[in-house]
Protein backbone atom coordinates (compact mmCIF):
# COMPACT_ATOMS: atom_id res chain seq x y z
CA UNK A 1 0.00 0.00 0.00
CA UNK A 2 1.30 3.42 -1.03
CA UNK A 3 1.59 6.25 1.55
CA UNK A 4 -0.15 9.22 1.51
CA UNK A 5 1.31 12.53 1.44
CA UNK A 6 4.52 13.65 1.20
CA UNK A 7 7.83 11.39 1.02
CA UNK A 8 9.72 14.66 2.29
CA UNK A 9 7.46 14.32 5.71
CA UNK A 10 7.61 10.73 5.97
CA UNK A 11 11.61 11.05 5.73
CA UNK A 12 11.56 13.66 8.13
CA UNK A 13 9.66 12.04 10.91
CA UNK A 14 12.07 8.52 9.92
CA UNK A 15 14.83 10.89 10.66
CA UNK A 16 13.50 12.26 13.67
CA UNK A 17 12.84 8.98 15.31
CA UNK A 18 16.12 7.51 14.25
CA UNK A 19 18.09 10.12 16.19
CA UNK A 20 15.77 10.66 18.82
CA UNK A 21 17.57 7.16 20.70
CA UNK A 22 21.15 8.79 20.59
CA UNK A 23 21.16 10.89 23.86
CA UNK A 24 18.04 9.36 24.94
CA UNK A 25 20.51 7.76 27.44
CA UNK A 26 22.00 10.80 28.60
CA UNK A 27 19.90 11.46 31.85
CA UNK A 28 19.85 7.97 33.18
CA UNK A 29 23.78 8.01 33.40
CA UNK A 30 23.35 9.22 37.50
CA UNK A 31 20.89 6.00 37.37
CA UNK A 32 23.55 3.39 36.21
CA UNK A 33 26.08 4.61 38.49
CA UNK A 34 24.00 4.24 41.28
CA UNK A 35 22.40 0.66 40.57
CA UNK A 36 25.69 -0.81 39.19
CA UNK A 37 28.04 1.28 41.38
CA UNK A 38 29.75 2.58 38.59
CA UNK A 39 32.57 5.38 39.01
CA UNK A 40 32.64 8.52 36.86
CA UNK A 41 35.64 6.80 34.56
CA UNK A 42 33.35 4.56 33.50
CA UNK A 43 30.53 6.95 32.57
CA UNK A 44 32.68 9.04 30.75
CA UNK A 45 33.67 5.58 28.75
CA UNK A 46 30.08 4.50 28.08
CA UNK A 47 29.75 7.79 26.10
CA UNK A 48 33.01 7.88 24.35
CA UNK A 49 31.93 4.33 23.29
CA UNK A 50 28.68 5.69 21.88
CA UNK A 51 30.65 8.72 20.10
CA UNK A 52 33.33 6.25 18.46
CA UNK A 53 30.70 4.88 17.09
CA UNK A 54 29.45 7.71 15.50
CA UNK A 55 32.74 8.46 14.35
CA UNK A 56 33.52 5.00 12.69
CA UNK A 57 30.53 5.46 10.74
CA UNK A 58 31.11 8.76 9.44
CA UNK A 59 34.51 7.85 8.30
CA UNK A 60 33.95 4.86 6.82
CA UNK A 61 30.19 4.31 6.23
CA UNK A 62 29.31 8.08 5.14
CA UNK A 63 29.14 7.66 1.43
CA UNK A 64 26.94 4.67 1.48
CA UNK A 65 23.80 7.05 0.54
CA UNK A 66 25.68 7.92 -2.76
CA UNK A 67 26.19 4.19 -3.55
CA UNK A 68 23.10 2.26 -2.19
CA UNK A 69 20.43 5.22 -1.88
CA UNK A 70 19.69 7.07 1.19
CA UNK A 71 16.38 5.16 1.65
CA UNK A 72 18.08 1.97 2.18
CA UNK A 73 20.84 3.57 4.48
CA UNK A 74 18.00 4.70 6.39
CA UNK A 75 16.40 1.98 6.21
CA UNK A 76 19.65 -0.15 7.81
CA UNK A 77 19.82 3.33 10.12
CA UNK A 78 16.89 2.40 11.82
CA UNK A 79 17.17 -1.60 11.94
CA UNK A 80 20.61 -0.46 13.89
CA UNK A 81 19.05 1.71 15.81
CA UNK A 82 15.95 -0.79 17.30
CA UNK A 83 18.99 -2.92 17.96
CA UNK A 84 20.77 -1.14 19.75
CA UNK A 85 18.04 0.34 21.89
CA UNK A 86 16.89 -3.46 22.71
CA UNK A 87 20.48 -4.00 23.89
CA UNK A 88 20.23 -1.39 26.24
CA UNK A 89 16.62 -2.05 27.83
CA UNK A 90 18.35 -5.65 28.77
CA UNK A 91 21.37 -4.63 29.64
CA UNK A 92 22.49 -6.72 32.51
CA UNK A 93 26.05 -4.83 33.13
CA UNK A 94 28.62 -2.39 31.99
CA UNK A 95 29.91 -4.38 28.68
CA UNK A 96 26.17 -5.82 27.29
CA UNK A 97 24.98 -1.22 27.60
CA UNK A 98 28.39 -0.16 25.83
CA UNK A 99 27.53 -2.61 22.83
CA UNK A 100 24.26 -1.49 22.83
CA UNK A 101 25.55 2.17 22.44
CA UNK A 102 28.18 1.63 20.15
CA UNK A 103 25.65 0.32 17.74
CA UNK A 104 23.44 3.29 18.52
CA UNK A 105 26.33 5.45 17.67
CA UNK A 106 26.76 3.55 14.10
CA UNK A 107 23.31 4.43 13.60
CA UNK A 108 23.36 7.79 14.70
CA UNK A 109 25.84 8.82 12.09
CA UNK A 110 23.88 6.54 9.24
CA UNK A 111 20.32 8.57 9.94
CA UNK A 112 22.19 12.01 9.63
CA UNK A 113 23.82 11.78 6.43
CA UNK A 114 21.86 9.68 4.58
CA UNK A 115 18.34 11.65 5.93
CA UNK A 116 20.21 14.71 5.11
CA UNK A 117 20.79 13.51 1.45
CA UNK A 118 17.27 12.41 0.98
CA UNK A 119 15.68 15.61 2.53
CA UNK A 120 17.61 17.23 -0.39
CA UNK A 121 16.77 15.15 -3.42
CA UNK A 122 13.20 15.05 -2.28
CA UNK A 123 12.60 19.19 -1.96
CA UNK A 124 12.15 21.77 -4.92
CA UNK A 125 14.94 22.76 -6.63
CA UNK A 126 16.22 26.24 -5.54
CA UNK A 127 15.16 25.98 -2.34
CA UNK A 128 18.77 24.63 -0.96
CA UNK A 129 18.88 27.19 2.43
CA UNK A 130 16.12 26.19 3.09
CA UNK A 131 16.30 23.17 3.18
CA UNK A 132 19.57 23.25 5.15
CA UNK A 133 17.48 25.15 7.83
CA UNK A 134 14.87 23.24 8.01
CA UNK A 135 16.87 20.11 7.82
CA UNK A 136 19.36 21.45 11.01
CA UNK A 137 15.82 22.08 12.76
CA UNK A 138 15.02 18.81 12.60
CA UNK A 139 17.72 17.35 13.69
CA UNK A 140 18.01 19.17 16.65
CA UNK A 141 14.21 18.53 17.31
CA UNK A 142 14.89 14.75 16.68
CA UNK A 143 18.42 14.84 19.28
CA UNK A 144 16.91 17.14 21.21
CA UNK A 145 13.76 14.97 22.10
CA UNK A 146 15.92 12.17 22.95
CA UNK A 147 16.96 13.16 26.46
CA UNK A 148 13.65 15.23 26.63
CA UNK A 149 11.67 11.64 26.96
CA UNK A 150 15.05 10.08 28.55
CA UNK A 151 14.35 12.67 31.93
CA UNK A 152 10.79 12.47 31.47
CA UNK A 153 10.92 8.57 31.99
CA UNK A 154 13.51 8.52 34.47
CA UNK A 155 11.83 10.91 36.59
CA UNK A 156 8.46 8.77 36.65
CA UNK A 157 8.27 6.15 34.59
CA UNK A 158 8.91 2.77 36.49
CA UNK A 159 11.54 0.84 36.35
CA UNK A 160 13.50 3.93 34.19
CA UNK A 161 16.58 1.81 33.40
CA UNK A 162 14.28 -0.66 30.88
CA UNK A 163 11.01 1.45 30.08
CA UNK A 164 12.72 4.34 28.87
CA UNK A 165 13.75 2.64 25.86
CA UNK A 166 10.32 1.62 24.77
CA UNK A 167 9.42 5.22 23.05
CA UNK A 168 12.15 4.56 20.91
CA UNK A 169 11.74 0.93 19.98
CA UNK A 170 7.92 1.58 19.59
CA UNK A 171 8.57 4.92 16.97
CA UNK A 172 11.86 3.22 15.60
CA UNK A 173 9.54 0.66 14.58
CA UNK A 174 6.88 2.65 13.49
CA UNK A 175 9.70 4.52 11.07
CA UNK A 176 10.99 1.23 9.95
CA UNK A 177 7.28 0.66 8.76
CA UNK A 178 6.69 4.15 7.20
CA UNK A 179 10.11 3.75 5.26
CA UNK A 180 9.48 0.19 3.46
CA UNK A 181 6.01 1.07 2.56
CA UNK A 182 7.55 4.96 0.74
CA UNK A 183 7.66 4.97 -2.98
CA UNK A 184 10.34 7.69 -4.20
CA UNK A 185 10.03 9.82 -6.89
CA UNK A 186 12.69 8.76 -10.35
CA UNK A 187 14.42 11.89 -9.21
CA UNK A 188 15.55 10.65 -5.85
CA UNK A 189 16.66 6.72 -6.63
CA UNK A 190 20.27 6.10 -6.38
CA UNK A 191 22.49 6.98 -9.69
CA UNK A 192 25.52 5.02 -8.72
CA UNK A 193 25.04 1.14 -9.45
CA UNK A 194 27.30 -1.66 -8.79
CA UNK A 195 28.97 -3.28 -5.56
CA UNK A 196 30.80 -1.38 -3.06
CA UNK A 197 34.04 -0.60 -3.73
CA UNK A 198 37.07 -0.59 -1.06
CA UNK A 199 37.00 3.07 -1.57
CA UNK A 200 34.06 3.75 -0.84
CA UNK A 201 34.41 2.61 2.58
CA UNK A 202 38.04 4.02 2.79
CA UNK A 203 38.18 7.43 5.04
CA UNK A 204 38.78 10.39 2.95
CA UNK A 205 40.20 13.35 5.07
CA UNK A 206 41.98 15.89 3.69
CA UNK A 207 43.89 19.11 4.38
CA UNK A 208 43.62 22.55 2.73
CA UNK A 209 46.48 24.62 0.66
CA UNK A 210 49.19 25.71 2.78
CA UNK A 211 47.86 28.92 2.62
CA UNK A 212 45.21 28.01 4.49
CA UNK A 213 46.26 25.55 7.00
CA UNK A 214 45.93 28.54 10.01
CA UNK A 215 42.78 29.39 9.19
CA UNK A 216 41.52 25.93 9.07
CA UNK A 217 43.24 24.80 12.22
CA UNK A 218 41.34 27.81 13.45
CA UNK A 219 38.27 26.96 12.24
CA UNK A 220 38.08 22.84 13.61
CA UNK A 221 39.06 24.27 16.91
CA UNK A 222 34.66 25.67 16.72
CA UNK A 223 33.80 22.18 16.63
CA UNK A 224 36.33 20.82 19.22
CA UNK A 225 35.46 22.55 22.14
CA UNK A 226 31.56 23.15 20.84
CA UNK A 227 31.62 19.09 21.01
CA UNK A 228 33.84 19.13 24.06
CA UNK A 229 30.67 21.32 25.70
CA UNK A 230 28.21 19.76 24.85
CA UNK A 231 29.29 16.28 25.95
CA UNK A 232 30.08 17.94 29.20
CA UNK A 233 26.19 18.12 29.71
CA UNK A 234 25.22 14.94 27.89
CA UNK A 235 27.55 12.68 29.51
CA UNK A 236 28.58 13.91 33.03
CA UNK A 237 26.32 16.74 34.23
CA UNK A 238 23.85 14.54 36.00
CA UNK A 239 26.65 13.31 38.15
CA UNK A 240 27.56 16.86 39.64
CA UNK A 241 23.96 18.55 38.74
CA UNK A 242 22.82 18.00 42.63
CA UNK A 243 25.58 20.89 43.23
CA UNK A 244 24.10 23.63 40.64
CA UNK A 245 20.36 23.71 41.20
CA UNK A 246 17.89 23.17 44.05
CA UNK A 247 16.01 20.70 41.53
CA UNK A 248 17.31 16.78 41.30
CA UNK A 249 15.97 14.35 39.05
CA UNK A 250 16.98 12.92 35.57
CA UNK A 251 14.44 15.42 34.31
CA UNK A 252 16.60 18.06 34.60
CA UNK A 253 19.83 17.39 32.99
CA UNK A 254 17.49 16.15 30.22
CA UNK A 255 15.52 19.12 29.64
CA UNK A 256 18.64 20.79 29.63
CA UNK A 257 20.73 19.09 26.93
CA UNK A 258 17.45 19.25 25.30
CA UNK A 259 17.31 23.11 25.43
CA UNK A 260 20.94 22.93 24.48
CA UNK A 261 19.97 21.32 21.27
CA UNK A 262 16.69 23.16 20.42
CA UNK A 263 18.18 27.02 21.15
CA UNK A 264 21.06 26.32 18.86
CA UNK A 265 19.47 25.36 16.22
CA UNK A 266 17.38 28.84 16.62
CA UNK A 267 20.47 30.93 17.11
CA UNK A 268 21.88 29.47 14.00
CA UNK A 269 18.95 30.95 11.84
CA UNK A 270 18.72 34.04 14.16
CA UNK A 271 22.57 35.35 13.50
CA UNK A 272 22.66 33.64 9.65
CA UNK A 273 23.54 36.77 8.34
CA UNK A 274 26.21 38.03 10.86
CA UNK A 275 29.77 38.45 9.85
CA UNK A 276 31.62 35.19 10.26
CA UNK A 277 34.56 36.90 11.97
CA UNK A 278 32.19 38.29 14.72
CA UNK A 279 29.68 34.80 14.64
CA UNK A 280 32.88 33.00 15.72
CA UNK A 281 34.07 35.08 18.69
CA UNK A 282 30.82 35.79 19.64
CA UNK A 283 30.44 31.85 19.65
CA UNK A 284 33.80 30.52 21.31
CA UNK A 285 33.47 33.73 23.98
CA UNK A 286 30.39 32.42 25.25
CA UNK A 287 31.55 28.86 25.71
CA UNK A 288 34.35 30.24 27.83
CA UNK A 289 31.11 32.33 29.49
CA UNK A 290 29.24 29.35 30.55
CA UNK A 291 32.27 27.51 31.55
CA UNK A 292 33.22 30.37 33.77
CA UNK A 293 29.22 30.32 35.14
CA UNK A 294 29.66 26.69 36.13
CA UNK A 295 32.83 26.94 37.88
CA UNK A 296 31.23 29.49 39.68
CA UNK A 297 27.98 27.43 40.28
CA UNK A 298 29.89 24.69 41.55
CA UNK A 299 30.31 26.93 44.80
CA UNK A 300 27.18 29.00 44.67
CA UNK A 301 24.45 26.65 43.56
CA UNK A 302 22.16 29.01 42.19
CA UNK A 303 19.37 27.95 39.43
CA UNK A 304 19.24 31.38 37.54
CA UNK A 305 23.33 30.84 37.40
CA UNK A 306 22.57 27.33 35.63
CA UNK A 307 20.10 28.65 33.51
CA UNK A 308 22.19 31.57 32.35
CA UNK A 309 24.80 29.26 32.04
CA UNK A 310 23.01 26.70 29.33
CA UNK A 311 21.45 29.80 27.39
CA UNK A 312 25.04 30.97 26.85
CA UNK A 313 26.09 26.86 25.86
CA UNK A 314 23.12 27.13 23.55
CA UNK A 315 24.62 30.53 22.12
CA UNK A 316 27.92 29.43 21.83
CA UNK A 317 26.87 26.44 20.49
CA UNK A 318 25.04 27.37 17.71
CA UNK A 319 27.50 30.48 16.78
CA UNK A 320 30.57 28.00 17.11
CA UNK A 321 29.29 25.67 14.09
CA UNK A 322 27.56 28.37 12.18
CA UNK A 323 30.98 29.61 11.82
CA UNK A 324 32.78 26.63 11.60
CA UNK A 325 30.64 25.20 8.57
CA UNK A 326 30.82 28.90 6.65
CA UNK A 327 34.11 28.93 6.87
CA UNK A 328 34.96 24.96 5.69
CA UNK A 329 32.85 26.05 2.92
CA UNK A 330 34.97 29.49 2.13
CA UNK A 331 38.34 27.42 2.73
CA UNK A 332 37.27 24.29 0.69
CA UNK A 333 37.80 23.68 -3.28
CA UNK A 334 35.38 21.67 -5.72
CA UNK A 335 37.88 18.89 -5.24
CA UNK A 336 38.53 18.72 -1.78
CA UNK A 337 34.96 19.44 0.21
CA UNK A 338 34.11 16.37 1.30
CA UNK A 339 37.62 15.31 2.90
CA UNK A 340 37.87 18.76 5.14
CA UNK A 341 34.24 18.53 6.03
CA UNK A 342 34.89 15.22 7.53
CA UNK A 343 38.38 16.31 9.05
CA UNK A 344 36.56 19.38 10.71
CA UNK A 345 34.03 16.83 12.20
CA UNK A 346 36.48 14.35 13.31
CA UNK A 347 38.23 16.87 15.35
CA UNK A 348 34.83 18.04 16.28
CA UNK A 349 34.00 14.53 17.77
CA UNK A 350 37.58 13.76 18.93
CA UNK A 351 36.91 17.23 21.18
CA UNK A 352 33.88 15.30 22.72
CA UNK A 353 35.75 12.31 23.76
CA UNK A 354 39.25 13.05 24.78
CA UNK A 355 38.28 15.86 27.03
CA UNK A 356 35.74 13.29 28.56
CA UNK A 357 37.76 10.57 29.37
CA UNK A 358 40.61 13.12 31.08
CA UNK A 359 37.37 14.01 32.78
CA UNK A 360 36.27 10.89 34.33
CA UNK A 361 39.87 9.64 35.29
CA UNK A 362 40.32 13.35 37.35
CA UNK A 363 37.22 12.91 38.62
CA UNK A 364 38.55 9.10 40.43
CA UNK A 365 41.36 10.57 41.45
CA UNK A 366 40.66 13.79 42.63
CA UNK A 367 36.96 14.48 42.87
CA UNK A 368 34.16 15.67 40.95
CA UNK A 369 34.97 19.27 41.35
CA UNK A 370 38.26 19.40 40.09
CA UNK A 371 37.73 17.36 36.71
CA UNK A 372 34.76 20.18 36.38
CA UNK A 373 36.95 22.92 36.87
CA UNK A 374 39.95 21.22 34.31
CA UNK A 375 37.95 21.23 31.72
CA UNK A 376 36.24 24.57 31.95
CA UNK A 377 39.51 26.47 32.83
CA UNK A 378 41.11 24.67 29.52
CA UNK A 379 37.62 25.99 27.41
CA UNK A 380 37.87 29.56 29.02
CA UNK A 381 41.60 29.54 27.89
CA UNK A 382 41.20 28.01 24.72
CA UNK A 383 37.96 29.78 23.96
CA UNK A 384 39.69 33.26 24.88
CA UNK A 385 42.68 32.77 22.71
CA UNK A 386 41.61 30.89 19.45
CA UNK A 387 38.43 33.76 19.23
CA UNK A 388 40.85 36.34 19.31
CA UNK A 389 42.79 34.52 16.82
CA UNK A 390 39.69 33.91 14.49
CA UNK A 391 38.76 37.64 14.69
CA UNK A 392 41.67 39.06 13.54
CA UNK A 393 42.58 36.16 10.56
CA UNK A 394 42.37 37.74 7.69
CA UNK A 395 40.64 34.69 6.06
CA UNK A 396 37.87 34.84 8.12
CA UNK A 397 37.12 38.54 6.99
CA UNK A 398 36.82 38.12 3.59
CA UNK A 399 34.98 35.47 1.25
CA UNK A 400 37.45 35.83 -1.48
CA UNK A 401 39.37 32.31 -1.54
Known sequence: MKLRGSPFAWVSFAMIVGVMGTALISPLYALYKEAWQLQASDISLIYVVYMSGALCSLLFLGRLPDRAGFKAVMQAGLVLTLLGTFLSLIAWNMTSLIVGRFIVGVASSLMTTSATQGLAVLSRPGHVQRVAMVTGFLMALGFGLGPL??????????????????????????????????????????????????????????????????????????????????????????????????????????????????????????????????????????????????????????????????????????????????????????????????????????????????????????????????????????????GGLFHRHPRMRSSVQ
Open 149 to 386: VGGIMGQWGPYPLVTTYIPTLVLGGLGLYLLARLELPPAALPRQAGRLRLQDVLPKLTWPEPSASTAFVLTCMLPFLAFGVFGLYASMSPLFLDRLVPWHGPVVSGTAIAVILLASACVQVLVGNLPTQWCGLGGLLSLALSNALLMVNLWVGSAWLFVLGVACTAMGHGMSMLSGMSMVNRIATPSNRSGLLSTYLVIGYIGSMLPMLGMGWLADHWGMTVAVCSFCAMVIVLGLVV
